[in-house]
Nanobody, 124 residues
Framework: QVQLIESGGGSVQAGGSLRLSCAAS????????ITWFRQAPGKEREFVSA????????YYADSVKGRFTMFRANAKNTVTLQMNSLKPEDTAVYYC?????????????????WGQGTQVTVSS
């Protein structure tokens, strides 16, 4: 079992920054690729970013590319999503998910464990 806990959400004005963390406990964290998803009210859940088990490879949705950065610290069992230049359309509940293996995935159901989510609200 892997338990994932997100933190760092909150409210910020457009143009501001937030840093989300995903802390993991349980099995060997470095065995898992990690993905961030988000879901806005009334919308489907969408892929945000992903990172390989080693942290060498990252993927980003076009909507966040150049503004969000994802990195991990396996020794600390954490993954961080640095979000800059936030926009109102970034408002959503953000979830991290873990997928055992080398390759990261962009689909919710391809993962093995999921966190409970953290709310991000960006006001204009």
């Amino acid at each position: 079992q892997v338990q994932l806990i997100e933190s760092g959400g909150g409210s910020v004005q457009a143009g501001g920054s937030l840093r989300l963390s995903c802390a993991a406990s349980g099995r060997t964290f470095s065995d898992y690729a990690i993905t961030w998803f988000r879901q806005a009210p009334g919308k489907e859940r969408e892929f945000v970013s992903a990172i390989s088990w080693s942290g060498v490879i990252t993927y980003y949705a076009d909507s966040v590319k150049g503004r969000f950065t994802m990195f991990r610290a396996n020794a600390k069992n954490t993954v961080t999503l640095q979000m800059n230049s936030l926009k109102p359309e970034d408002t959503a509940v953000y979830y991290c998910a873990a997928r055992r293996g080398v390759r990261a995935a962009v689909t919710w159901t391809e993962h093995d464990y999921w966190g409970q989510g953290t709310q991000v609200t960006v006001s204009s």
